[in-house]
């Protein structure tokens, strides 16, 4: 179910709709849909979070300008995506430390990235922060509202 569920975040992100809506999160999930912004209030990114409730199992998935820009194809100058699944939840909170999987066309797509993960996940908010040690991007704030929430 992932595989598919990633391809078609893949695909609708390439065409800027809301990725994890098109692709249903299922029962017993909530999605969180969160903004980044720059000190001056610009959009530099977008991270979203499908979290499983009933397997304790989260994806985060994203695209940030602080990663880098597409270079080649139809994609071309759209924000570096990145992908990690699965991330076990305990206690309602996500700490990881590991490697991001890259997508085709991203810079550095042979190369997983070093990210680090602290989230909080409440029943109608995501905060925390995710850093990618070794790039410009420092640690970045999560404030995410939850956008969906199936019983």
């Known amino acids: 179910m992932y595989r598919r569920l990633v391809a078609t975040v893949a695909v609708s992100a390439s065409f800027g709709l809301p990725t994890l809506a098109v692709a249903g999160i299922g029962a017993h999930s909530t999605w969180y849909d ?5 000190s001056a209030g610009v959009e530099t990114g977008h991270v979203e979070i499908a979290y499983q409730r009933n397997k304790h199992v989260a994806e985060i998935l994203g695209q940030l300008r602080c990663l ?17 699944y699965p991330l076990y939840v305990r206690n309602n909170q996500i700490h990881f ?25 409440r029943p109608h908010v995501a905060t925390g922060t995710i850093a990618f040690p070794g790039t410009k991007c420092g640690a ?12």
């Open 34 to 38: 969160a903004s980044v912004k720059n």
């Open 68 to 84: 880098g820009t597409i270079k080649k194809g139809v994609n071309k100058g759209q924000a570096a995506p990145f992908d990690d």
């Open 97 to 121: 430390r590991g490697k991001t999987h890259n997508y085709p066309g991203s810079p550095n797509a042979s190369a997983a990235r070093k990210i680090r993960i602290s989230l909080t996940l």
């Open 140 to 151: 970045i704030k999560i404030v995410g509202p939850a956008v969906r929430i199936n019983p």
